[in-house]
């Protein structure tokens, strides 16, 4: 039993090989989009932002690998814990700066908390190791994102003041591109070109900074890339 004979001679079958085991899938990467309208500034369309970003994602094929996660009306003290909850890649601040390169979080009383570049970059500097790409869609953010680029490889900061809708704008064009697996460099362009398109003046045009080079940097691609 078990064998084919024939012609004198014993075959025996070899058992089907086993499938080859497929590695698990990746685990989606976190987008914290962290949001802050204080009452005493003036009111931004931030769902509007954080839709806009949540559509271009969903419009592309890597859609499944990005993990849009939304925080409102943030405060100073939401920050760390926001941060250590989620591990995010990309960390995505939308709402209000002030000329002298301050973010404004909100206060208890609803009101604004301004907080300045090196106590920002200084947080984001012992989670380095998470964070890789930190967009500061606010007035004025260029000085933050400088400092900040000491510890993350990618930061995106706006030099000058900068409309709602440009704004918008700039984060769908930009996050739809790293969704379609471009590299940081290119959807920078992409979101740049975007604004141009729509007639932006150079001065409401962001600036990217970074540790390292935006080139090389991409956070999802083609399995045969």
Sequence with gaps: GGGVFGGGEEKMFSPPAAPAEQPPP???LTLLFLAASPGDTDPLRLDEEA???DAAIRQAPFRDRFDLRSHWAVRVDDLQELLLRYRPAIVHFSGHGSSAGAIMLTD???GYAPVAAPALAALFGA???DVRLVVLNACYSAQQA???AEHVDCVVGMPDAMTDGAARRFAAAFYRALAYGQRVAAAFELGLAELALQGEPESHRPQLYG?????????VAAPDC
Excluded: T, Y
């Design 51 to 53: 839709r806009a970003v």
């Design 211 to 219: 540790k390292a080079d935006p080139a090389l940097v991409r956070f």
């Design 108 to 110: 208890a009383q609803r």
């Design 146 to 148: 400088a400092a900040i």
């Design 26 to 28: 990746a685990a989606p």
């Design 127 to 129: 989670l380095q190791a």
